[in-house]
């Protein structure tokens, strides 16, 4: 496991604005996720786990809000020690690596999916956003090799026209991707300078990277027209057969058949294996998974845990995954991080906290889970999660601590390191530090 990070949040602070009042979702969250690791977040429900990793991913719906702090994301390959703010970034620049660099499983995949795009129509469409230059490489190259086989001379007056179309297509994906680099190359540099130049610089790029794309006016002509547009039909079966490829790499029998499929048609644990597969079509550098088990019989869920640990393997760097079962996190995870009410309680390897838990919720968590060889019945921890609209003051889980002291309906704890990578914010050890 590299000790390279990945991606790092730092005093994130989340809010919904309802009706009843503020929500205050998380509460100041720090993480880090580093390069090939699988990193768990556990907690009850309402705990702020899915609003973290949204907020990573800048998909916090209204009313929700980031309202501070920062996410620095470590994406460029020549210089991995220097990370790029994206909560400064636009959003074009966030649809460019949503999909590509960092990847999502939501948590319900009968809400993820579209009811009325087939299977097929809405993996090929990250195909299609993110590697639009590489599928019209890979439909030149068919129609080339079509000619080769006929005889190798001049191709017939309609593959020549499909073959002009697609390269001058290409052409001008190529010359706006180019547009894009350099601009992005750019701000990168840009990245840590503050003086009023820069900043203006900065605003000026980032408002040319955000103007609606003018791509070839030829091309955009002859694909309005019904007749001359069928020059696609290379393009569309080049994104076909990646579709079924990536299908059949998933373990999906009969992928041909369920790429015609629509979502209502298929079972839950099938409908789970597709958003995973819209998820890695891009092979993406970090994949986030929320509850991808959740609502799947045991059997399917093991189907799912041993297909995201092979995948972790061939596919992608690193895993990002919420759960509420700690077997799971025994099981596939390298580090986790316990939360609370929008509060990070504790931060361990795996084999730290289950060895040793810090934290009192996360002691509680421990407690609650059935042993091997169960003495009495699990203890439980008494109360609920708190309203998040009116929080309760100084630590969040004070209400529901045995360990409760008067600092603790005051204060907020400070997070320390208790030993290498253990973390933990509690004043049971604030005190101790202060001996």
Same mark, same amino acid.
């Given at each position: 496991m590299s000790a390279q990070h990945l991606v790092e949040t730092k005093d994130l602070a989340t809010n919904f604005y309802t009706f009843e009042g503020m929500v205050r979702a998380l509460n100041n969250v720090s993480l880090v996720v580093d390069q090939g690791e699988t990193y768990g977040i556990v907690g009850e429900s309402g705990c702020g786990k899915s609003v973290t990793v949204r907020s990573m991913m800048r998909i916090v719906q209204a009313p929700g809000r980031i309202d501070g702090g920062k996410i620095v994301m470590f994406l460029n390959a020549e210089d991995k020690n220097k990370g790029i703010e994206i909560l400064g970034r636009t959003e074009a620049y966030m649809a460019s690596i949503r999909g590509k660099d960092v990847s999502m499983i939501f948590q319900e995949p009968g809400a993820a999916l579209n009811p009325v795009l087939s299977i097929h129509q809405q993996i090929a469409e990250s195909y299609e956003f993110h590697r639009m230059d590489e599928m019209l490489e890979k439909s030149i190259e068919s129609l080339e090799a079509q000619v080769k086989e006929r005889g190798g001379g001049r191709p017939g007056l309609w593959t020549g026209i499909k073959l002009s179309m697609l390269k001058r297509e290409l052409k001008s994906h190529k010359e706006y991707s180019q547009r894009i680099q350099t601009i992005d190359n750019e701000l990168y540099k840009l990245e840590d300078s503050?003086?009023?130049?820069?900043?203006?610089?900065?605003?000026?790029?980032?408002?040319?990277?955000?103007?609606?794309?003018?791509?070839?006016?030829?091309?955009?002509? =002859?694909?309005?027209?019904?007749?001359?547009?069928?020059?696609?039909?290379?393009?569309?079966?080049?994104?076909?057969?990646?579709?079924?490829?990536?299908?059949?790499?998933?373990?999906?029998?009969?992928?041909?058949?369920?790429?015609?499929?629509?979502?209502?048609?298929?079972s839950g644990g099938m409908q789970q294996r597709i958003v995973i597969a819209i998820a890695l079509a891009c092979h993406p550098t970090l994949l986030i998974a929320d509850e991808p088990t959740s609502n799947l019989d045991v059997t399917i869920q093991a189907q799912i845990v041993d297909l995201i640990r092979e995948l972790k393997k061939t596919a992608i760097s690193s895993v990002v995954f919420i759960t509420h079962d700690l077997?799971?996190?025994?099981?596939?995870?390298?580090? =986790?991080?316990?939360?609370?009410?929008?509060?990070?309680?504790?931060?361990?390897? =795996?084999?730290?906290?289950?060895?040793?838990?810090?934290?009192?919720?996360?002691?509680?968590?421990l407690d609650a889970v059935p042993k091997e060889v169960q003495e009495g019945e699990l203890t439980i921890i008494p109360g609920a999660v708190p309203n998040l609209i009116r929080p309760p003051s100084g630590c969040r889980f004070h209400p529901r601590c045995k360990h409760k002291m008067a600092i603790c309906e005051q204060e907020k704890p400070a997070t320390l390191e208790i030993g290498p990578g253990h973390l933990v914010a509690c004043h049971l050890y604030t005190k101790d530090q202060s001996k």
């Open positions: 503050t003086d009023p130049a820069s900043l203006g610089r900065k605003h000026e790029l980032n408002h040319e990277r955000d103007k609606p794309v003018r791509g070839d006016a030829f091309v955009g002509f =002859v694909r309005r027209v019904p007749f001359l547009r069928r020059y696609r039909r290379a393009l569309d079966k080049t994104v076909e057969a990646q579709v079924i490829d990536l299908l059949r790499s998933l373990g999906i029998p009969n992928p041909e058949n369920i790429a015609k499929r629509y979502p209502h048609e298929l077997g799971i996190v025994a099981e596939i995870c390298d580090r =986790v991080t316990v939360m609370y009410a929008g509060d990070v309680a504790e931060t361990a390897t =795996v084999k730290e906290l289950f060895r040793n838990p810090l934290h009192p919720y996360a002691q509680g968590l």
